[in-house]
Antibody, heavy 120, light 108 residues
């Protein structure tokens, strides 16, 4: 069975850095697209970042230059390095699996999410 | 960027009735449209992809239709477990992958 388990969310001060992790099982993350999607409290879903099976990466304008998506293939784990955090980055961060290794892709499996709170 | 607009924001429906949710794209996305269901405190769950194909394990009372810029999710004979927020998402023109703002289906 496909499973995605996020971790790393905490309360952190503005300007701080944080790394989120998503441990995957039931499939190999390097063979498929993987993404991060976030949801601010009481708000809708916002796509954040995606990594292709080839390793190419994409970012939302709101996080480009501050966030970095990466994979640890040996541990089958996806990461999101978050720097220069702002209050508006406060959200539940979901790891989501892409539906295939070729576009177009939707997100067929989601983790339970990890809460990041940016506040002084 | 493709802007996705859902209507209505809230839909009040009695159990056993049907619900029709709309999603409009600011430009054509072909049939590359997905629907997700989200219950309070839970992650989104994929319901429909390719505008009309039900995901694995999704009951037949959920159906999707449309193409281009206009899409519909219909839930026939609403069950108690169907009261939730529903999001549409386009995956035709990316990045970014964009979501609608959601429609909340509540008990009337």
């Amino acid at each position: 069975d496909v499973q995605l388990v996020e971790s790393g969310g905490i309360l952190i001060q503005p300007g701080g850095s944080l790394r989120l992790s998503c441990a995957a099982s039931g499939f190999t993350i390097s063979s498929i697209y993987m993404s991060w999607v976030r949801q601010a409290p009481g708000k809708g879903l916002e796509w954040v970042s995606l990594v292709y099976s080839s390793g190419s990466t994409y970012y939302a304008d709101s996080v480009r230059g501050r966030f970095t998506i990466s994979r640890d293939n040996s541990k089958n784990t996806l990461h999101l390095q978050m720097n220069s955090l702002r209050a508006e980055d406060t959200a539940v961060y979901y790891c989501a699996r892409g539906s295939s290794s070729w576009p177009p892709v939707y997100f067929d499996y989601w983790g339970q999410g990890t809460l990041v709170t940016v506040s002084s | 960027e493709v802007v996705m607009t859902q209507s209505p924001a809230t839909l009040s429906v009695s159990p056993g009735e049907s619900a029709t949710l709309s999603c409009r794209a600011s430009q054509s996305v072909g049939s590359n449209l997905a629907w997700y269901q989200q219950k309070p405190g839970q992650a989104p769950r994929l319901l429909i992809y390719g505008a009309s194909t039900r995901a694995t394990g999704i009951p037949a009372r959920f159906s999707g239709s449309g193409s281009g810029t206009e899409f519909t999710l219909t839930i026939s004979s609403l069950q108690s477990e169907d009261f939730a927020v529903y999001y549409c998402q386009q995956y035709n023109n990316w990045p970014p992958w964009t979501f609608g703002q959601g429609t909340k289906v509540e008990i009337k």
